[in-house]
Nanobody, 114 residues
Framework: QVQLVESGGGLVKPGGSLRLSCAAS????????MYWVRQAPGKGLEWVSY???????YYADSVKGRFTISKDNAKNALYLEMNSLKSEDTAVYYC????????RGQGTQVTVSS
């Protein structure tokens, strides 16, 4: 069955960096668009970034220029490099298969606070 396992979250100060990882299994990873989405406390799900089968990348305006999505098809892994973090980036981050509301993992908490 499809399994997505996120990791790499934590507590970081404003301006800091984190690298999130998502280990995927149970489906042909290289044939699916993959998404990073997040949910801040008390808010709905927000798409952050996605990467197409061909490796084209797209970002929400709120993270453009600060976050970088990438993938390693050989490892069935998805990544999100997050730089210049802000308090408003605080959220649970999920990787999702095929669409922003697709199957996702359990999430990893990112807290940006001084």
């Amino acid at each position: 069955q499809v399994q997505l396992v996120e990791s790499g979250g934590g507590l970081v100060k404003p301006g800091g960096s984190l690298r999130l990882s998502c280990a995927a299994s149970g489906f042909p990873f290289n044939r699916h668009w993959m998404y990073w989405v997040r949910q801040a406390p008390g808010k709905g799900l927000e798409w952050v970034s996605y990467i197409t089968v061909n490796g084209n990348t797209y970002y929400a305006d709120s993270v453009k220029g600060r976050f970088t999505i990438s993938k390693d098809n050989a490892k069935n892994a998805l990544y999100l490099e997050m730089n210049s973090l802000k308090s408003e980036d605080t959220a649970v981050y999920y990787c999702a298969k095929s669409s922003p509301t697709g199957i996702r993992g359990q999430g990893t908490q990112v807290t940006v606070s001084s």
